[in-house]
C-alpha cells in the first residue's frame, strides 16, 4: 500500500514537471528542460544537509542550495522494471551506487549497484535502501555510507527528505 502511494505522489510529481515543460520557452533542449523541472534535493533528516556530487563520483554531503540552484545536489529518480529505481545526478548524469560493502559513489546508472528501493517512514520521510539491504546513511562531517537499517527505522541519519 505505501509503495503505491509513493509511486502515485511520484508519478504525480513527474507528472507536474512535464506540464511544466510544455509551458517552457527559451533555447534549452528537452533534455535540459526535463533535467530541470524535475530534479530534487535529498535532504537528511538529522544532519540539515543534503546529497551531493561530483564528477569524479564521490558522493557526499553539504549546505543544501535554498533556492535548488545547485545542480549537483539535484538528482532525478528513474524507475525500472524490477520495482527499484535509479537515482541520477542532474549535473554529472551518473547515478548513486553502493560501492563495495558499504560505500556510496556516483557511476554508471546501468550497474545494477545503483538500483534504490525506499521505504516510505511518513512525514515526506524516506529509507533509501541498496541492492544489498543497506540504508543510505549520513553524518554531519558531509560523509554518506551504507550501514544496517535501524529497526524500526527510527535512525534519523538514515532519514530523507525529498525537498
Same mark, same amino acid.
Given at each position: 500500500?505505501?509503495? $503505491? $502511494?509513493?509511486?502515485? /505522489?511520484?508519478?504525480?510529481?513527474?507528472?507536474? &514537471?512535464?506540464?511544466?515543460?510544455?509551458?517552457? /520557452?527559451? !533555447?534549452?533542449?528537452?533534455?535540459?528542460?526535463?533535467?530541470?523541472?524535475?530534479?530534487?534535493?535529498?535532504?537528511?533528516?538529522?544532519?540539515?544537509?543534503?546529497?551531493?556530487?561530483?564528477?569524479?563520483?564521490?558522493?557526499?554531503?553539504?549546505?543544501?542550495?535554498?533556492?535548488?540552484?545547485?545542480?549537483?545536489?539535484?538528482?532525478?529518480?528513474?524507475?525500472?522494471?524490477?520495482?527499484?529505481?535509479?537515482?541520477?545526478?542532474?549535473?554529472?548524469?551518473?547515478?548513486?551506487? $553502493?560501492?563495495?560493502?558499504?560505500?556510496?559513489?556516483?557511476?554508471?546508472?546501468? &550497474?545494477?549497484?545503483?538500483?534504490? $528501493?525506499?521505504?516510505?517512514?511518513?512525514?515526506?520521510?524516506?529509507?533509501?535502501?541498496?541492492? !544489498?539491504?543497506?540504508?543510505?546513511? &549520513?553524518?554531519?562531517?558531509?560523509?554518506?555510507?551504507?550501514?544496517?537499517?535501524?529497526?524500526?527505522?527510527?535512525?534519523?541519519?538514515?532519514?530523507?527528505?525529498?525537498?
Amino acid at each position: 500500500m505505501r509503495t $503505491r $502511494r509513493t509511486v502515485a /505522489t511520484l508519478t504525480a510529481a513527474v507528472g507536474a &514537471s512535464v506540464a511544466l515543460l510544455v509551458g517552457m /520557452t527559451g !533555447n534549452a533542449s528537452a533534455a535540459e528542460a526535463g533535467t530541470m523541472a524535475i530534479g530534487q534535493q535529498l535532504k537528511n533528516i538529522r544532519t540539515g544537509l543534503c546529497l551531493d556530487s561530483d564528477y569524479n563520483g564521490n558522493a557526499y554531503t553539504k549546505g543544501c542550495a535554498g533556492d535548488h540552484g545547485n545542480p549537483y545536489q539535484q538528482w532525478i529518480f528513474q524507475w525500472t522494471n524490477y520495482g527499484t529505481f535509479k537515482i541520477e545526478n542532474v549535473q554529472t548524469q551518473r547515478c548513486l551506487q $553502493r560501492s563495495g560493502s558499504k560505500g556510496v559513489v556516483t557511476g554508471s546508472c546501468n &550497474s545494477v549497484d545503483a538500483d534504490w $528501493r525506499e521505504e516510505y517512514l511518513g512525514s515526506q520521510r524516506y529509507n533509501l535502501i541498496a541492492t !544489498n539491504g543497506l540504508a543510505l546513511d &549520513s553524518d554531519a562531517k558531509g560523509n554518506v555510507y551504507l550501514n544496517p537499517k535501524n529497526v524500526p527505522s527510527d535512525n534519523p541519519y538514515q532519514q530523507w527528505w525529498l525537498w
